[in-house]
């Protein structure tokens, strides 16, 4: 039998997400939970897959299968598809595996045309609702199907209401609206130089070839991008029999979620429209009111909600973030899917949903997104800074935390600012699916309209950032780049603040704090802790930075870049003493003074850690970053240092290299100069000693050679590294046990991983400098083309970001089975930025690492990440 494409919703359920998307699946599931659902049927994700596999067409066979659905859902609800007199019209709907809110489009009371509306009218008695439910049609197939620029659809509207006098929609009568839709069809005409299409038939297929299309619009790949959805996966089509919120006073339509998506309290929290239809709740046109009125405009209908929604929710296990809409009194369910919800939300319900007995503790630790934990660990308002400020105006508090920042007005100017390392706040009408970049640079979103539930607000939400919808008061000047509100005038560049967690706006910045952490996040990261297998540690250089890393959970400390020690106070001056010498006595008298700074903070390190592990790195960067590099600069330290100009001058010059991230750095330092080597390890070796004697600590350093790809350039700095620090050990008259390791960042290392692992206890993976090397690409250029990239679909994510399995992760894969094929004991870890990221800690557990380190703040990401990935190995 051939492959089917197209399953009607009584033929499916809610496993079969991956081929019906989640939509579809959840409204089969729904059906067959008994719940009052629109009929219809959904094309499979496979179809879309299909689409792009020839050329970008939907094949005959589909078309039959379509066909013969629809006949179906004629039979299903004794309406004819194309009818003049009483038509079925649908609604045509994507809907992929994952759930990407307003990425892709939806056309509404599809089905219609001149004629149909005409008997529409009549059958329904009700022709204002007709011609709103056509021009309605008309203004999204332009848009979604062909593209046309909404704006203009939506002045013709306005203008049609300004010339009658009208604030609202509703006042529109249906001769108006029959106006507005002749409009439409001549604004289509003029924009596609034919008649807006009347055979529905057409309109159907055109609109479901739109929905495939959709999958690779532009905003589609940057919101897989951000959220690791690969492009191969595809959309499914859901055909859906209408149902009519826009009947008059006794129809609405409203969202709602099961829990609140900001704080996770439990209780219904919603919004609705009366007389409105499909995505006014959420565009803002109108302001929606709170679902607890529903209960006097239609007590049956809100008694009826209530109880489905709950009902839902057990059945889910899961918060649910509902549509629905009401036809003359009548309630259906247009959609229900797990919320989303911010990272506070997210683990308050985790942990009620446990101490309510819906689910498991393992089942609780999967519907928290790992990286939704930042947002708990990121700044907060400082309370007294706080108080002191003067509020400017108030909304809705739409996505909680707290932002300060410039004003920017449109989602380009955002992005440009941020590139120049500005915090922004982007100040909008509304926000659409369009300035999805310009709010992924925002630290704080604030907009004239829209409620709880505008796409700002879900969107915001999604990001962690800080959001507050719906400021009427705000009045915008576009062409002036300018904002007032609560009689300032605020202008592009300029400082302000928003509070997301209150909806109060202010017009200064204010100064932030640190978080503090909630009891929840305390047992649900033990809950982790009892799951995952991978440790945990984290990246960090200062005493301080250790601190951090432990309270949030870091078993170890991974990756201490011993270099960032020496920029600090007069440190820098005796490292700049050091490059300039011209013996190896000169440059071992300045070691010598260094040695002091580096045993103290290595000393407070381990104090921090209290027995935990720590990996240093032995000097890595070229020595040319110590230097100035401006003519004047390089003057004024030859006198600081008191040696000419010329002489500071030709140090400079011979540090010069064409490929510094090629050159003269990582163990080749130490190759050249072994002393330096020494006095790290002197510094490493004393401070655990004196440590050890004086706290009573047991301590293991574990000295990393970096940059590494040939063993025998290994072995010859550990040499070093080994005598000096056997000969300290010896002197101190106690027992010390230490490692020595490497970092495998240069693919010949990973090639060679066997014979590297013979000079090596363990090895770090610096997946940062590997994935450079690996792709060829420079890691600080490379964000300059990426951008072509993404778009043009050579690479869905940033491989910086997000490991390379395929090819970067098949090194590391393959040199640890090398490594330990030698030495079956190896310790591995990773310590490039990929040591944070929840898909690439995934990797690490499934190729057998010991640890993953990252930033401190990403500690419970990567803890939470790796719990994951051993119960999505269940
Ligand atoms: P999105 O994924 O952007 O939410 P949806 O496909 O859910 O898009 O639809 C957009 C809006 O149209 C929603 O408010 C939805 O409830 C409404 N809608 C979709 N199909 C129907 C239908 N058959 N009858 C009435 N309203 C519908
Ligand atoms: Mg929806
Ligand atoms: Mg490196």
Do not use: A, C, R, T
């Given at each position: 039998m051939s492959k089917k494409f197209v399953y009607m919703f009584s033929e499916a359920d809610a496993s079969m997400k991956n081929l019906l998307g989640g939509k579809g699946a959840n409204l089969a599931e729904m059906t067959k939970l008994g719940l009052p659902i629109p009929q219809g049927f959904t094309i499979s994700t496979e179809a879309c897959t299909k689409y792009y596999e020839d050329g970008e067409l939907v094949n005959d066979a589909i078309k039959a299968e379509v066909e013969n659905s629809l006949e179906q859902l004629e039979a299903l609800t004794g309406k004819k598809f194309g009818d003049n007199s009483e038509p079925l019209l649908v609604s045509v709907r994507s809907g992929g595996r994952a759930s990407m809110p307003g990425m892709m489009d939806t056309v509404l009371n599809?089905?219609?045309?001149d004629v149909a509306v005409e008997g529409f009218a009549t059958k329904t008695g009700n022709p204002r609702f007709a011609y709103d439910s056509y021009r309605r049609f008309i203004q999204m197939f332009s848009d979604v199907v062909k593209g046309l620029p909404k704006s203009q659809f939506e002045r013709v509207l306005d203008d049609i209401k300004e010339t009658k006098g009208f604030e609202s929609d509703l006042e529109l009568s249906a001769d108006d609206l029959k106006e507005v839709a002749e409009a439409f069809k001549a604004l289509y005409v003029k924009h596609e130089g034919s008649e807006f299409p009347q055979d529905p038939r057409t309109q159907l297929m055109d609109a479901v070839e739109a929905v495939f299309g959709s999958w690779n619009n532009e905003r589609a790949i940057i919101y897989r991008r951000m959220n690791d959805i690969p492009g191969s996966w595809g959309t499914a089509v859901n055909v859906q029999a209408m149902v009519f919120g826009n009947m008059g006073d006794t129809s609405g339509t409203g969202v709602a979620f099961t829990r609140d998506p900001s704080t996770g309290e439990k209780g219904i929290y919603g919004e609705y429209l009366l007389n409105a239809q499909g995505e006014d709740v959420v565009a803002g046109i109108r302001t929606p009111e709170p679902i607890s009125r529903l209960e006097n405009d239609m007590p049956e209908a809100y008694a009826e909600f209530m109880r489905l929604a709950i009902e839902l929710e057990n059945h889910y296990k899961d918060m649910q973030d509902m549509e629905f809409t009401i036809e003359d009194k009548k309630l259906y369910f247009l959609q229900t899917r797990n919320g989303k919800r911010t990272a506070q939300a997210a683990l308050k319900i985790a942990v009620d949903l446990v101490d309510e007995g819906l689910c498991t503790k393992e089942e609780a630790l999967m519907?928290?997104?790992?990286?939704?934990?930042?947002q708990l660990l990121h700044p907060m308002f400082d309370v007294e800074a706080l108080a002191a400020a003067k509020i400017y105006g108030s909304a809705l508090p739409a996505s909680p935390g707290a932002a300060t920042g410039q004003v920017y007005f449109n989602a380009d100017d955002a992005v440009e600012a941020k590139k120049r390392g500005e915090a922004v706040i982007l100040v909008r009408l509304e926000t659409s699916p369009e300035d999805i970049e310009g709010m992924d640079a925002a630290q704080g979103i604030l907009t004239v309209r829209g409620g709880m539930t505008s796409h700002a607000a879900v969107v915001a939400r999604g990001m962690g950032t800080c959001c507050v919808s719906g400021c009427g008061e705000l009045k915008i000047d576009d062409s002036a780049k300018t904002f007032t509100l609560g009689g300032k005038t605020v202008a592009e560049g300029e400082f302000m603040s928003l509070d997301g967690s209150a909806g109060n706006i202010y017009l200064e910045s204010i100064k932030t704090v640190d978080p503090e952490i909630s009891g929840d996040f305390g047992r649900f990261m033990g809950w982790a802790d009892e799951v995952r297998t991978l440790k945990v540690r984290a990246n960090a250089d200062s005493p301080k930075d250790v601190q951090n890393a432990v309270e949030y959970g870091a078993e170890g400390v991974g990756l201490c870049r011993t270099e960032h020690m020496f920029f600090e106070g007069e440190r820098i001056s005796k490292m700049r003493q050091m490059i300039v010498a011209k013996t190896v006595a000169e440059r071992e008298a300045a070691l010598e003074e260094l040695i002091p700074y580096q045993k103290a903070d290595f000393k407070g390190m381990y104090i921090a850690l209290d027995g935990k592990p720590m990996t240093v790195r032995l000097l890595d960067p070229p020595l040319h970053e110590f230097l100035p590099h401006s003519v004047e600069d390089i003057k004024e330290l030859a006198v600081e240092m008191g040696i000419t100009y010329e002489e500071l001058q030709a140090t400079v010059d011979s540090l010069h290299e064409f490929n510094p991230m090629l050159g003269h750095r990582g163990c080749r330092l130490a190759v050249t100069y072994p002393e330096i080597a020494v006095m790290q390890t002197r510094a490493i070796i004393e401070a655990a000693i004196e440590v050890t004697k004086e706290n009573g600590l047991k301590i293991v350093p574990e000295i990393m050679i970096p940059l590494a790809g040939e063993v025998k350039e290994l072995a010859y700095v550990k040499k070093f590294v080994v005598e000096t620090a056997d000969r300290i050990i010896a002197e101190s008259g106690i027992e010390l046990e230490y490692m020595v390791g490497t970092m495998i960042e240069i693919p010949r290392a990973a090639l060679t991983a066997d014979a590297i692992a013979t000079e090596a206890e363990f090895f770090s993976f610096g997946t940062n400098d590997l994935t450079q090397m690996t792709f060829g690409y420079s890691r600080d250029d490379a964000g300059a083309f990426l951008d072509d990239y993404y778009k043009k679909s050579i690479?869905?994510?940033d491989p910086f970001a997000r490991l390379d399995q395929t090819g970067v992760g098949q090194l590391v894969q393959m040199a640890c089975e090398k490594g330990r094929s030698v030495k079956p004991g190896l310790k591995l870890g990773i310590c490039g930025?990929?040591?944070?990221?929840p898909s690439s800690i995934e990797f690490c557990h499934n190729i057998g690492l010991d640890y993953v380190s990252c930033s401190p703040f990403r500690v419970p990401i990567a803890r939470l990440a790796a719990a994951q990935a051993v119960l999505n190995n269940k």
């Open positions: 599809l089905g219609l045309n519907k928290v997104d790992p990286k939704q934990l930042d690479l869905e994510s930025e990929h040591g944070g990221d």
